[in-house]
């Protein structure tokens, strides 16, 4: 089920890729800027309050807006749904907050099953994968999203863990690439801007790609015990 998902998300990516891509550019060019903004300062000088500012406004604004606007678009896509791409850039601050905590929930309990010997995070992410889906393409509250996430999961546990596994081995490979084409400079004051943008920008790319493709169609596919032939 996972390949066939992994499979028939690339196949949208595709059909519907360059569209998808046009409307969230905005977004995906204003992270990798912000991001800039804080690289500026060398490791030496430490973390700095623009440092932390530039990570607030990524992490808790800019990244969840995407998160729910990529979600809501490649949806739509499939499904042959024709919005306006500013009724995407509306609709989501709606979800925005719901969405922030959800996130805060995830990363928390993720984050302490690596901690605990790795495992356990992975068991953890496995369960939580659909949390996202549930709250903004059915308005699911947060308890409710967490709770139909847990229960859905388990219908194919095995399954969900390989997919959460897919998408975190995908985005630290990406990093990990990316960060080390940077690797000739001494100080991160070296790196210029526009690698900066450029990378931040691919890097959240990635990640929100296999958010509304790969693991969308595996959502779909768990939740109707199908995944529609829409290609």
């Known amino acids: 089920m996972t390949l066939q998902a992994i499979s028939k998300g690339f196949e949208y990516y595709k059909k519907f890729g360059l569209s998808f891509t046009i409307k969230i550019f905005p977004l995906i060019f204003l992270f990798g800027f912000v991001a800039s903004i804080g690289s500026s300062s060398s490791i030496s000088d430490g973390i700095s309050n623009l440092d932390i500012l530039v990570l607030l406004i990524n992490n808790f604004l800019i990244s969840p807006l995407l998160t729910i606007i990529s979600i809501f678009i490649a949806n739509d896509l499939i499904e042959k749904n024709n919005r306006d791409v500013l009724v995407y850039y509306f609709i989501s601050w709606q979800f925005l907050l719901k969405v922030l905590i959800l996130s805060l929930i995830s990363t928390l309990f993720i984050g302490v099953g690596l901690i605990l010997f790795i495992v356990p995070g992975i068991l953890i992410a496995g369960l939580l994968i659909f949390v996202n889906y549930f709250a ?32 975190w081995f995908i985005t630290i490979l990406t990093i990990t690439i990316l960060s080390s084409l940077s690797v000739n ?5 070296q790196i210029s801007q526009t690698y900066t943008i450029i990378s931040s920008s691919l890097a959240i790319y990635i990640q929100v790609c296999l958010i509304s493709f790969p693991i969308l169609a595996f959502y779909k596919n768990l939740s109707s015990n199908k995944i529609e032939d829409s290609i």
């Open 136 to 167: 903004i393409l059915e308005n699911r509250s947060i308890f409710e999203s967490l709770n139909l996430s847990w229960e859905r999961s388990k219908l194919d546990f095995f399954q969900c863990i390989l997919m959460a596994a897919f998408f």
């Open 185 to 189: 400079y001494e100080e991160f004051s």
